[in-house]
């Protein structure tokens, strides 16, 4: 998936997700593994052949399951990574938990990009699949930075932090949208630019939309706030 300029080089890069990716042979040949990011580097003459970082999940949190394209979250030269996986490690069966590994521009000694991993929220229910679906979310309070949505079809939630110069984004969700039991809302989320010309300050601000398959036995259903 692109990812944007991480590196801020000039050319657009490309995340891989493997959330089925582990280390060792797993013990089961069904379930969650460890789940992998590879991260490849755009150039003049085209995406590099060979990684130049990676990020190992936890064990049996499948990272990766989902990721967010080309988004800034805390308004600097360098695009980041949001990833998601049905863990962080500490024992939410299945409750969903999302990362933010930030761009630098700056290698190491072996030639791989430096990116810090400085924002982790962990869904603490189980079952919820938090960051079944990741994107974008625009710019939802019109600060001028990008915000993060996150669907937790499990829970039918959908969840959006703001973008933060200081902090990444926000520690804890800044809207939270409740549906109806078992209608499957966040399978799907989305930006969808700003529809109704909202502006602060000069600013545009975004809407969002969501899916929910199982809105009623006849029809699907798309909200947009």
Do not use: H
Not at 186 to 197: E, K, Q
């Amino acid at each position: 998936q692109g990812v944007g300029d991480v590196d801020n080089d000039g050319f657009n890069d490309l995340i891989v997700a493997q959330p089925r990716f582990t280390a060792t042979p797993p013990v089961a040949a069904t379930g969650p593994q460890e789940g992998r990011i590879l991260l490849f580097r755009g150039s003049a003459s085209g995406i590099l052949n060979t990684s130049a970082w990676e990020a190992v999940g936890a064990s049996e949190s499948s990272l990766g399951s989902a990721t967010a394209d080309d988004i800034n979250v805390n308004g600097d030269a360098f695009r980041d990574i949001v990833v998601s996986a049905s863990t962080d490690g500490s024992g939410s069966l299945l409750g969903g938990a999302l990362f933010a590994f930030t761009g630098t521009g700056q290698v190491d000694g072996s030639g791989q990009l430096t990116l810090t991993q400085d924002w982790t929220f962990a869904n603490p229910g189980c079952f919820a699949l938090m960051g079944d679906a990741l994107a974008k979310a625009g710019d939802g309070n019109c600060d001028g930075l990008d915000d993060l949505i996150a669907g937790g079809s499990g829970a039918d939630q959908v969840l959006v932090f703001y973008g933060s110069s200081t902090s990444t984004l926000s520690a804890t969700p800044d809207v939270t949208f409740n549906a109806v039991s078992g209608d499957g809302s966040g399978l799907a989320v989305g930006s969808v630019g700003n529809p109704r010309n909202r502006q602060f300050n000069g600013i545009a601000c975004d809407g969002i939309i969501i899916g929910g398959p199982g809105f009623d036995s006849s029809a699907n259903a798309a909200d947009v706030d």
